[in-house]
């Protein structure tokens, strides 16, 4: 496949010399490094109440799903000190981890004596499930104990196991408390000694272990953990795979699917099998090609999220140009060719995932939520090792859209599939049988912080412009920056440094992509900063009091997808600032599947206090298609006249759906 | 399902008040007959070389490709004349029948010597091969003797005797000669005697001998094959479906597949089974109602219209309102709900055939030739029954269109699916594995004739202005007109009567849907007659040199498909007169995907002779939207200005595809 070397991804007169070549070398990269969950604090209109609802609604109601579900109680089981049989799917204990990560972020920003007596109790049951030689996966121990590390590809102790670190490093950094670190570390180092070079081949089924083992590396310093991510990212796309290899060694006929049905392996396995060559689709787990040689975002979402992410931690970790490459190229398939408006990715059902080129449908949209969630982490991790805005843009994107979308106002009801249009059948639901969704929103929300602020050893940068209170250290010092504004419902914002003394360090703003004409100050007069990669530097001694004030112009604008996407053209979607909308037929005066914009048609942005404590709408004049003469007929005349005025309302894509069921668009007709 | 009343297919301000409500009485309905194919001879510049094409080219290529494929030797070796196994797929025998139909038709209007003695020693062959008893169908008896009569569902005896039936009687209409007559009445009578009351039950697995059966009743005068066709028709939608008696009383494991492969019958079945409901799926053979309660038009399209045109003709000989109200229900049903704007219906390959409402992709679009070849059969039979013009624009609009475009212009490559957009892979072939549409096309071309003209106890009815002279017996006398025009490219139109003795008639001219404002003159003075059921009737005394000349303005139009077809939003497909056209990539200055039609566009017919020995072209201003800055994104802001000025030219759908292969549009973006 070709790839063109020009990586913009949403046109802006600010980026269009900044095209990002692949192959960049990596010695010019920065290595961003991450401000600790704890030093910054979000005070924000848009992911405040959000951050609230999820700490006192979506926690309780996640947990008392799993609960119900068995969740908990398969480690009680499994620790020798309740009765039963495993209950939920195969990968339960997941859900449970990611619950305590969720909690962990939650705690470390909002002491909660109660919630962090639940997290401490549920650790403690888990801990007491695992076995003396540090296996841990309630599933495989209390269902199929025969089939311990036997079938990665299907069942997911890797994935558990991946969450089950993630937790622990969320829940020590947020807490202190290594009671979940040292079950990990011990899962951890059973891992290490079974596979590796000289020991087992091993590549997961579902991605996530891989990332997470670099992240326990991060935690504890133990390189083992680095290096078994290596092994494990390297080990895939050989040929023959190692999943036919593994499969061919199984025991046939005797596991059970996914809700603990007898199932018989074979049938399983066939579900895997491309059509056309009957071997096993390895592009669904991402196993068709070495990493290194991958061009292409492949199968299911998720599980591609996981692996791109190691990828990049891996590159950043060791400097590997190959790894690099790869994502760069992977990017651009993703952004350029394979990602939804909203920044959500994986059209298709059918896989969980990725499909073709410009293959991006609307009424059936996946764009599962833990894959949005997954663009976000990704992102973050190229533009950590990169400095490119780019990443930061995408990021941005899927994270006030796609990801926002996936969880109701109130906090009780996810997106599995989260579509870009509906016919009024679409709605959040509380729960699944395959809960991956609710939980990953729990553990994602209170993460947000994360991503707003990145450091290197020259100094600051500000990625996201989420009003909010960061402290650094810079230097031998401490600075802290506050910064505040309506975003994301104006461009306008403050920056104010606070610093022990006055320090030089340079300040990097990121110019987004939406934004065409962006305006700096300091300390009220205008400066003109150098914008590189997409971030303006401003270089000076900053003392406590200065000021920064940076305008970021939002605009109402109509996108237009690439003529290529089949089920866009002839539309518009509206966007302003890092908000995309959506036309919901409960705004309308006109039958929403009438409603057209005309190319000049006047629109504007108005905030409307009553949309879920505020919020921004954008308003204007449509026309609507008179359905009249179409009562009983296939094909007409087309009129000179195409329709009459209406008046359109659209709202954040993230908000839709929670005002009751009806019809829902983001691409727009557009009319003369 | 409801049923809306007003049946109008394409507005137009002739037949505003013309909606035909179903529920029409059989006593007020004309039962027209038709003029003999000898009658009437076609002499147009559209029509008269693609039959000269058939007569010359498509005869031999097609008989050449049923020998090599065995279609011929089949025969001589069930007359025990050859040795070998049996070839071709398992209906091979109705494709020869529909050659010698096919060549039936072309003697009866041209004398071919050469041609005639192949007919005769084809059919000497067939006559060999019938068993004593009058069975007759190669496939069982040399590849499955032990399955007479016994599989309907799954062999076509059924289909391959209606075939036989139907070139029977056109052998015999058209040569006089009896010799496959007398095949055809020996496998009636066997039938006959084999199924119906009392006797064994029966359904054809795919219909085609039902409207066979009558047009041998109306052949031969035989009354007990009239009520064998409404035994047949009578006995679908059983529940169980008798398929699925059948199915159960079948020995298992052991047909071969229709490439004379074995094949697992159950693997077959299987194959018929509904996803949700795991039955047989019944609609695919229009099998899951008693005919008198179907509505929708449902399953494989080819065998939709033959039934249907069996309901229309058992309509026809026993007044059976049921049969009437139901026939103008599933009309609606696929007019204004499932057809697509080129008079071809099925948009589905999975079933090859009908989907759901507005259901109509234009990429993929099956629109197989078979079946657009039905919907002139189907509709010819409705319009006979009704006299209204309504089924007469629907028959003009498939003839001219879809069923035009099955063929290429050298007359040797054919369309099985007759896509309605193409990205370039499209190209008809010279053959197939499932050969039908070939023989579809071999032996409708010369019987277009049938179609032009009919007659009533008080006259003459002109149906289609295809340049002709018809003669016909009018009360004791003959009358004969003399149509001449540049149909289809003017609609300047004048008829010319030549009688015996001046006689009084009506003659009933169509006013076709897509002419606003017909006018008429009787020898050069203004007439306005009355229009009734979109025919004008001209009732006087008529003698030898009376003109009619009727003007049907034709108007280059742009036709929008009604919003729920989503394939078609914000597009447009030009139409002139009964013409359908379509965007060829060889045609136009821009590439064809970025060609838009502004809703201001001039646009313009010109006669371009260059094309195909002369065919109007549409030629106007469209706009090219340019990609340039689309190279390497996925989204980027609309411009304000949508592209710049482009010259496009539209050729008729039925020639596309015959000047190599490239990109097709029928349905155009429309710009601002």
């Known amino acids: 496949m070709l790839i063109a070397t020009a990586c913009v991804f949403v046109a802006g007169p600010t980026r269009s010399t900044e095209a990002q070549p692949a192959g960049e070398s990596m010695k010019d990269l920065p290595h961003l490094t991450d401000l600790p969950l704890t030093a ?3 005070q924000d209109s848009f992911w405040s109440p959000r951050i609230e609802i999820n700490r006192t609604k979506s926690l309780d109601h996640v947990y008392a799903q799993i609960e119900a579900t068995g969740g908990i109680r398969n480690f009680e089981i499994a620790a020798g000190k309740a009765q039963g049989k495993f209950g939920g799917p195969f990968w339960a204990d ?6 305590i990560e969720g909690a962990s972020y939650s705690l470390a920003l909002h002491p909660d004596p109660k919630l962090e007596a639940r997290v401490d109790e549920t650790i403690a049951k888990i801990a007491a499930a695992q076995q003396p030689d540090g296996y841990l996966d309630t599933f495989i121990q209390l269902a199929q104990p025969d089939m311990r590390f036997k079938n990665f590809a299907f069942f997911h102790e890797d994935f558990c196991t991946g969450h089950l670190f993630e937790a622990a490093v969320g829940h020590y950094e947020s807490t202190g408390k290594k009671t979940l670190l ?6 951890a180092d059973l891992f290490d000694s079974t596979f590796g070079p000289g020991k087992r081949d091993y590549i997961s089924g579902h991605e996530g272990i891989e990332l997470a083992l670099v992240r326990l590396y991060r935690a504890t310093g133990e390189k083992r953990y680095l290096k078994l991510a290596e092994f494990m990212v390297n080990g895939r796309g050989q040929k023959p795979s190692l999943f036919e290899k593994q499969f061919a060694e199984l025991p046939h006929g005797r596991v059970l699917d996914f809700l603990g049905r007898p199932m018989d392996i074979d049938a399983w396995y066939k579900l895997l099998l491309n059509e056309r060559s009957g071997k096993l689709d390895t592009r669904y787990s991402q196993d068709h090609l070495p990493v290194r ?3 292409e975002a492949v199968g299911h979402a998720v599980r591609a999220m996981f692996i791109y992410c190691a990828m990049a931690d891996l590159a950043y970790e060791t400097n590997d140009q190959g790894l690099l490459d790869a994502s760069q ?3 651009d398939s993703v952004t350029l060719r394979r990602m939804y408006v909203t920044g959500g990715i994986g059209p298709s059902a059918h896989n969980e ?3 073709s080129d410009y293959d991006l449908p609307n009424d059936n949209a996946y764009q599962e939520t833990c894959a949005s969630s997954g663009m976000v982490l990704w992102n973050h991790r190229l533009l950590k090792l990169t400095g490119d805005s780019k990443y930061a843009d995408v990021m941005e994107l899927s994270l006030y859209n796609a990801m926002a979308a996936g969880v109701s106002m109130d906090g009780t009801s996810f997106c599995y599939v989260t579509p870009l249009s509906s016919n009024g059948d679409f709605k959040r639901e509380g729960w699944f049988g395959v809960p991956c969704c609710p939980t990953t929103v729990v553990r994602f929300l209170p ?3 994360r991503y707003i602020y990145s450091q290197s050893p020259d100094g600051l940068w500000v990625n996201l412009y989420i009003p909010s209170k960061a402290t650094a250290k810079v230097g031998e010092g401490k600075v802290t920056l506050r910064q505040t504004s309506d975003f994301p419902w104006e461009g306008e914002v403050k920056l104010a440094v606070t610093t022990d003394q006055a320090r030089e360090f340079k300040l990097r703003l990121r110019v987004p992509n939406w934004c065409a004409k962006p305006a700096f100050k300091v300390n009220g007069a205008a400066v003109t900063p150098a914008v590189a990669k997409g971030y303006a530097t401003i270089d000076r001694k900053w003392a406590s009091g200065d000021t920064i004030e940076l305008s970021l112009p939002m605009q109402v604008e109509r996108l237009e997808a690439n003529p290529q996407v089949a089920y866009d053209r002839g539309k518009v979607a509206l966007r302003r600032g890092p908000i995309i909308f959506a036309l919901e037929e409960t705004d309308q005066e006109a039958p929403l599947d009438r409603i057209a914009i005309p190319v000049g048609a006047s629109l ?17 004049e449509g026309v609507s298609r008179d359905p009249g003469p179409w009562a009983n007929q296939l094909y007409q005349p087309a009129p000179p006249v195409k329709g009459k005025p209406t008046q359109i309302k659209a709202v954040p894509y993230a908000i839709w759906g929670n005002r009751g069921q009806g019809k829902m668009v983001v691409w727009v007709d557009t009319a003369p």
Do not use: C, P
């Open 40 to 42: 910054v604090e979000i």
């Open 94 to 99: 997941s859900d449970v981890y990611k619950w």
């Open 182 to 187: 040292n079950v990990a570390t011990r899962v």
């Open 293 to 295: 040689e991958q061009t």
């Open 329 to 331: 190229h992977i990017h």
């Open 353 to 355: 995932g990725f499909t």
């Open 447 to 449: 993460s947000i912080g």
């Open 604 to 620: 504007r942005a108005q905030y409307e206090h009553a949309l879920f404590g505020g919020a921004m709408q954008i308003r204007g």
